[in-house]
């Protein structure tokens, strides 16, 4: 299944939870699912539909598709770890991510595109890959033009969220530095990570 292109907003009215990392934009105006109108009777879920709106809001959130997921939930099952809390940290980890949480682009789609684009650079280097994983200690920052851009200037002025503990920002530098490994209380929309868990562990072994 291939990452979702189509409006955001849709996607946030569908599982019912505004996604920082997705939009900018809120659902308030229409909270109810797209073809509901408000006051109209929800059918309750089954598990399995509770299940699936939980890991629908990672995968929107993160903007990655399910074969992608499934690579990570692997992962994720075989580490020592609580499953739910390592995939979480791994998704945390993405660089197109940590650019968002950062302050360096609005969302996650917007810090993607300043990856693919080349303007990243991970202790000194560049990066192009928006799923490159980054580690406690390296520091991230921006080409002298991508500082320019306008899109990065209003954000790092004013970010889209706040920066989460695990990240170490130096405004004079325009870098940011993982300090440490994200854990599950810095995750900024609600989610039942177990029934993630539990979705996936019909399928994979």
Not at 17 to 24: H, T, W, Y
Not at 48 to 73: D, F, H, P, S
Not at 171 to 197: G, Y
């Amino acid at each position: 299944m291939a990452r979702y292109r189509g409006p955001r907003l849709k996607k946030m009215r569908a599982v019912g939870v505004e996604l920082s990392g997705l939009s900018r934009k809120s659902i308030e105006r229409k909270p109810n699912p797209p073809g509901m109108r408000e006051g109209q009777f929800k059918k309750k879920k089954s598990d399995y539909g509770a299940q699936l709106l939980e890991k629908q809001k990672l995968r929107y959130n993160y903007g990655v598709n399910e074969r992608y997921m499934r690579k990570l939930v692997h992962e994720a099952f075989r580490s020592k770890e609580h499953s739910g809390y390592k995939l979480l940290e791994l998704l945390e980890r993405r660089l197109d991510n940590v650019l968002f949480r950062a302050g360096f682009a609005p969302t996650i789609p917007a810090a993607r595109q300043l990856v693919s684009h080349k303007h990243v650079l991970v202790d000194g280097k560049r990066v192009n890959i928006p799923s490159y994983r980054i580690k406690p200690g390296q520091e991230v920052t921006l080409s002298e033009k991508a500082l320019k851009l306008g899109l990065v200037q209003s954000t790092l002025e004013q970010p889209s969220v706040v920066r989460p503990p695990w990240i170490s920002f130096e405004a004079e530098k325009s870098s940011a530095k993982v300090i440490t490994l994200p854990d599950r209380e810095t995750i900024n929309f609600p989610l039942e990570i177990s029934l993630v868990v539990e979705f996936y562990a019909r399928s994979i072994k």
